[in-house]
């Protein structure tokens, strides 16, 4: 039955284009559109009380009152022409189904919102007559397939999530063209292959592209981002396509295969708070002096190759609370300054590196205010210390470690 369903839909749609009454003041064919919407979902899955449910078709949708017809939003033109549906916005009650393509015969609506269900199938190439759609919201479902070519069309379009399902395919340059976005989001799917030039979406703030199997170098992105994620993909090369994002606050590149420096640039970019750079193959951190104008609150390094001494200008960034420098390869003792802010630090991850010497007195004395971990170093570290937690590595291991940094 399954397989059979979007036939269904379609021959549905055919056989309800003749009226069933004569009093309503919305177009009937979107009302014929609205049946088959919810003939495509299995009716064994639409719970009481939830806004299918509601979708009583004995009433006009957009002259009901109360508790008939949630999610629908309507126009009522002002020229007693009839009215239309603007948005089908539908709670996330688990609805089982196909998304019918002939929502693509709505030509007014200007939001579609179906996340947090079970959809299944493609997504309709019909949706690209929708030019009049702002916001598309099919993230949390089950959707195969690839994206459709026509999406590139919608002009209007300023946010598109379809993350959370299964599509697959690459990404095609075109949707550089939808350049009102402002919010994009094609996070944990399957898409390969490499990123197109996104630079022409002059709008946008967030792009998520995590969880993909996107591969090459980083292309150019907009300069207008303040939230990049780019996390548990397969990018090689070096950061440096990143460093003059100059609104960025949010930058993740966490989980690929980046390599070589993390230059200074991203240590003074104006505006990031958070900078999550873990298990990759980065060999060096360059940090330079901060005087203080800096917002940069969270640094996440963990599980690269990083080599040398500690950062010492890591504690001139004054607004960092938050640092995991783990699972690396530093050397030498901990700076006397790290001493001085340890203090102000609500989190310091250094285990599972080479470091040595005996710990700072002032980590004791702040271990009740500071989350982290100093285990398997080469540390002196008192057994009361919560940070010790975990035991150390043999002083051997430490001692004679060359100087790679660069």
């Known amino acids: 039955m399954g397989k059979l369903m979007p036939l269904f839909c379609l021959v549905y749609f055919t056989l309800c284009s003749t009226p069933l009454f004569t009093s309503s003041l919305t177009l009937e064919s979107d009302i014929q559109v609205l049946r088959v919407v919810k003939r495509c979902i299995d009716p064994n899955a639409i719970p009481p009380n939830s806004y299918l449910s509601s979708w009583d078709f004995k009433l006009d949708p957009c002259e009901t009152t109360g508790g008939q017809f949630l999610g629908i939003l309507c126009s009522f033109p002002l020229d007693k022409s009839p009215n ?68 590139n069309t919608l002009k209007k379009l300023e946010s598109l999530d379809i993350s959370f399902n299964e599509l697959s395919g690459t990404i095609h340059p075109s949707i550089g063209g939808l350049r009102g976005l402002t919010f994009l989001s094609l996070s944990n799917n399957g898409f390969t292959g490499r990123v197109p030039d996104l630079s022409g979406l002059w709008q946008l703030k967030t792009l998520d592209l995590s969880r993909n199997q996107l591969h090459g170098n980083l292309p150019n992105f907009p ?68 005087f203080g104008q800096e917002e940069l609150q969270v640094l996440d390094a963990k599980g690269n190759q990083l080599r040398g001494h500690l950062p010492l200008n890591l504690v001139t960034l004054q607004n960092l609370t938050t640092i995991n420098l783990s699972y690396n390869q530093f050397f030498g003792k901990i700076p006397d300054a790290y001493a001085s802010r340890v203090g102000d630090w609500s989190a310091l991850y250094l285990d599972h590196n080479f470091l040595l010497g005996k710990l700072p007195a002032q980590f004791a004395q702040a271990a009740q205010r500071i989350r982290g971990s100093l285990s398997f170093n080469c540390l002196r570290c008192p057994d009361n210390v919560p940070l010790c937690e975990g035991g150390q590595r043999k002083v051997e291991e430490c001692i004679g470690r060359p100087n790679t940094s660069g």
Do not use: M, W
């Open 84 to 151: 239309r549906i603007t948005a089908i916005d539908l709670d996330g009650a688990g609805y089982q189904g196909f998304l019918t393509s002939a929502v693509g015969n709505l030509t007014e609506l200007t939001f579609i919102n179906l996340r947090k269900n079970n959809f299944r199938g493609p997504i309709p190439r019909s949706i690209s007559n929708l030019k009049k759609l702002t916001r598309l919201s099919l993230s949390n479902n089950f959707f195969t397939g690839t994206i459709p070519l026509g999406l």
């Open 223 to 290: 300069a207008s981002l303040r939230t990049l994620i780019l996390s548990q993909n397969l990018f090689l090369g070096h950061l440096t396509p990143l460093n003059k994002l100059s609104n960025l606050r949010v930058l993740d590149v966490s989980g690929n295969r980046l390599s070589g420096a993390i230059t200074k640039e991203f240590f003074t970019l104006p505006k990031v708070t958070q900078l999550n750079l873990s298990n990759n193959h980065f060999t060096r951190l360059e940090i330079v002096r901060s």
